[in-house]
């Protein structure tokens, strides 16, 4: 069974980049027929998403982040990443990886990582 | 505010049925598939319905989905207290370049 996993540091300063990595078990992230995805969803809110990768590295970020989102790929670690840029409070998030299957829906998840952006 | 509009909360009682609805456009629900999520209180959320009306494997057929024009709907019948969670939709907007998500139901099972 496939299985994704957030990992990063759980507290950002305001202004600082906000980095995380998830590390994608049980299958391979070299495959055309997915895409990998970050979704974020603030406390007590609803899911938003941020972006997604292809395997070639093609990427689609929300037009709201675009200027501070960039999300990466790693095949031989087998492994998505998220950057995010200049943040805020309002970016303080459970933040889930997620595999996107037919270009269409999100069969498998991360658990979440909470990320605090405070000083 | 959300692209895709979801009634804040829903309510019924055990063994009832429930009906969720998502509004887009043709931009989004009008032209691309939508999926359904379910999110129980701190978990990631579970893939309901995918592709409009399609179960994965191990969700059982009191969950389903349809679509017609614009509005997308999940419906679930013989509600257990089990099944009190929020629900999303999701659809990949054109216009946008981007999939945008419901802002989510809060269903509460009386």
Known sequence: QLQLQESGPGLVKPSETLSLTCTVSDGSISTSTYSWDWIRQPPGKGLEWI?????????YYDPSLK??????????KNQFSLELSSVTAADTAVYYCARLESATYFHY??????????S | QSVLTQPPSVSAAPGQKVSISCSGSGSNVGSDSVSWYQQLPGTAPKLLIYE??????????????SKSGTSATLGITGLQTGDEADYYCAAWDRSLSARVFGGGTKLTVL
């Open chain 1, 51 to 59: 972006g997604t990768i292809s395997y070639a590295g093609i990427t």
């Open chain 1, 67 to 76: 200027s501070r989102v960039t999300i990466s790929i790693e095949t031989s």
């Open chain 1, 109 to 118: 998840w991360g658990q979440g990582t909470l990320v605090t952006v405070s």
């Open chain 2, 52 to 65: 409009d009306n399609k179960r994965p494997s191990g969700i059982p057929d009191r969950f389903s989905g």
